[in-house]
């Protein structure tokens, strides 16, 4: 059977995560809309100091291209099973008393997530190596000036320091602009891809992002003639024997149980325990969606969901319930 392509929508800018994913693995960088249409890459009621797009998941055919084995967390992804650490179950039945059922899941859970950790540690050094060229090359274009970035500058020399200042003014990560990064900043030893921040020591950026344009021009990618392909309305058709598409991690929007959620959010706002950051209440939600339902709504998910009632009881969640 034909595979049928569509176009997809790029996002104006690209995090500096998606950045070393596109030069390593050839991930395209998407536009991502929420509920309200804006690209989730601009708004400001979703996320924190660390950036949850992208998914940081190495999908098969990535690691094939890379020559290196397959990533644990794709394949727990694609399996349903739980990418929690043991840290989390351990401080969980430390702080809490679940019943006897719950508590037997728990514990069965924590031991499969043992040997999860374990996996993930054996195939950290094969994604290190797949990504130290690439990274060198993203390094070697922002300091050269040939590639631009931007980014909110935070008070401090990196995110603890980060952290503390704006828990003790206060403040939200959103309240520090998007600037220019000079190039003349950049230190290879202090680029946080994960987070899509960097520092060097004394000055420390969050939200780094360069213009997506500007990136597939400077890193084209390797590129392979495909051989009959056809347009047909908007679509792109490939006539030839197609390769394997690659599997559907299970990272898109499953019907979680939004409705309990939302009961959870108003006994909290009774009682006064709705955490007066935004930021805590994403957490908390993250374990009692576990906990509970045995879920894993992705941060993003949550926090959306969230925004009204920060809206509606505190100034986005930032002034006390």
Not at 26 to 51: F, H, K, N, S, W
């Amino acid at each position: 059977m034909s595979i049928y392509l569509q176009p997809v929508q790029v996002p104006e800018r690209c995090y500096l995560g998606e950045v070393l994913l596109w030069v390593a693995f050839q991930r395209l960088p998407i536009a991502i809309l929420v509920d309200d249409g804006e690209e989730l890459r601009e708004t400001t009621e979703i996320g924190g100091l660390t950036i949850e797009v992208p998914y940081w998941e190495i999908s098969e055919e990535e690691t094939k291209r890379a020559n290196i084995p397959p990533d644990p967390t794709y394949l727990a992804l694609i399996e349903g099973k739980s990418t929690l650490l043991p840290a989390f179950y351990d401080d969980f039945l430390k702080r809490y008393d679940p019943e006897p059922d719950q508590r037997a899941r728990l514990e069965k859970e924590r031991a499969e997530a043992e040997s999860y950790l374990q996996e993930c540690v054996a195939w950290r050094p094969h994604y290190e190596r797949a990504i130290e060229y690439p990274a060198s090359r993203i390094f070697v274009a922002l300091k050269s000036g040939q590639l631009g970035a931007t980014g909110r500058l935070l008070p401090g020399s990196n995110m603890d320091e980060a952290h503390a200042h704006m828990d003790r003014e206060d403040k939200d990560v959103f309240d520090f602009p998007v600037v220019d990064i000079p190039a003349s900043f950049w230190s290879l030893s202090g680029m946080d891809f994960k987070s899509s921040a960097s520092g060097n020591g004394v000055t420390y950026y969050c939200h780094v992002a360069c213009r997506t344009a500007d990136v597939l021009s400077l890193f084209p990618g390797e590129r392979e003639p495909v051989a009959g392909v056809e347009r047909v309305g908007d679509s792109v058709v490939l006539n030839e024997t197609p390769p394997k598409p690659p599997k559907q991690s299970n990272r898109g929007r499953p019907a979680y149980p939004w409705e309990p959620f939302h009961v959870e959010v108003a006994v909290l706002l009774q009682r006064g325990e709705l955490p007066s950051k935004k930021e805590a209440a994403i957490q908390y939600f993250q374990s009692w969606f576990h906990v509970t339902f045995g879920v894993e709504p992705s941060r993003a998910a949550i926090g959306e969901r969230l925004k009204p009632y920060y809206d509606k009881f505190g100034r986005g969640g930032r002034q006390k319930i």
